[in-house]
């Protein structure tokens, strides 16, 4: 998973992603943002039109964006961007969509943020109309927001959809009616569990197979004890914190910190909770830093 708002250039998204392919991961992921608020340093690249680039330079790795603010464009040009992607991808397209909810980067480029309530209330019209656009032989909806009637080229069928969010029921609710993976940032077994719960308890409501659970956010592993150590002492250096600080920190938090066998188990408590995939953030990513970060994950069996 990663942030190029907050460093990368499309070559070193490619890097990353080559890595990524050729190490045997499932899915190469990025963020939706136009800005960081750092002056327009580093560069904050269209999620789409780079996933694009990355669909014709790799052939076996899923793409997904995680995921994209209804806030930016319109639920028709998502569906024809990710028609497009999936077509250029050979269906390995993932479409992660949301609420939106890092204000300043609208008011840099003028774009409209409507209130909490109005953003979530267009996502909840958003998913059966992109539903509609991408599987449809002939799409009909129409909602307070928005509406699309008549036949719609070309269908993606294969699109799977990501809903992801922090809320720990409408959200869930909403993904186990409409999507096929449901994301949230890491947290505690029992956070994840709980919320979990709501996407099995709705699925089976609805009838609908169990979706893919997911979650994302950082880690900090070794290969063994000493490396972790030499990665602890490192990255608290680059924080100017006390390794014991940091360590603190990201523990209290529930990520996965320590040497590989320590964090399998962590990884085996929420696999046993209902966790399917996790998205692994990379800051900043190009290919050394991601296989520095990811690289001891490679001893995962």
């Known amino acids: 998973m990663t942030e190029p708002q907050l460093g990368g250039t499309h070559d ?3 890097a990353a992603a080559l890595w990524a392919e050729s190490n045997g991961f499932v899915s190469f992921a990025r963020s939706d943002h136009y800005d960081w608020g750092r002056d327009g340093e580093p560069n904050a690249t269209d999620a789409f039109v780079s996933l694009g680039g990355l669909a014709r330079e790799t052939s076996t790795i899923r ?13 028709g040009v998502i569906a024809k961007s990710a028609a497009t992607l999936d077509e250029m991808s050979g269906g390995r397209f993932d479409l992660g969509v949301g609420t939106g909810w890092h204000e300043e980067e609208h008011s840099l480029l003028g774009l409209d943020f409507p209130d909490w309530a109005e953003r979530f209330a267009r996502l909840e019209e958003a998913l059966p109309y992109l539903h509609q656009a991408l599987r449809a032989e002939h799409a009909s909806f129409q909602g307070e927001y928005y509406s699309i009637d008549g036949v719609v080229r070309p269908l993606a069928p294969g699109v799977e959809f990501i809903v992801g969010g922090s809320g720990p029921k409408r959200t869930p609710r909403l993904a186990a009616t409409w999507a096929e993976e449901y994301n949230t940032f890491f947290r505690s077994a029992d956070e994840l569990a709980a919320r979990i719960a709501v996407v099995r308890e709705e699925s089976d409501r609805l009838g609908r197979d169990a979706i893919r659970c997911s979650v994302m956010g950082p880690g900090l592993v070794g290969t063994d004890e000493a490396d972790y150590r030499e990665r602890l002492g490192r990255r608290a250096s680059e924080r100017d914190m006390e390794p014991a600080e940091l360590e603190g920190r990201l523990m209290g938090n529930g990520l996965p910190v320590g040497p590989i066998d320590r964090v399998a188990e962590l990884l085996a408590g929420l696999e046993a909770v209902g966790v399917d995939r ?6 900043p990513h190009d290919g050394d830093t ?10 995962l069996s």
């Open 12 to 14: 070193d998204l490619l």
């Open 63 to 75: 793409l997904a964006i995680l995921v994209s603010p209804l806030t930016f464009r319109h639920p």
């Open 278 to 283: 996790w998205y692994v953030q990379v800051i």
């Open 290 to 299: 991601v296989a520095d970060t990811a690289g001891p994950l490679l001893g």
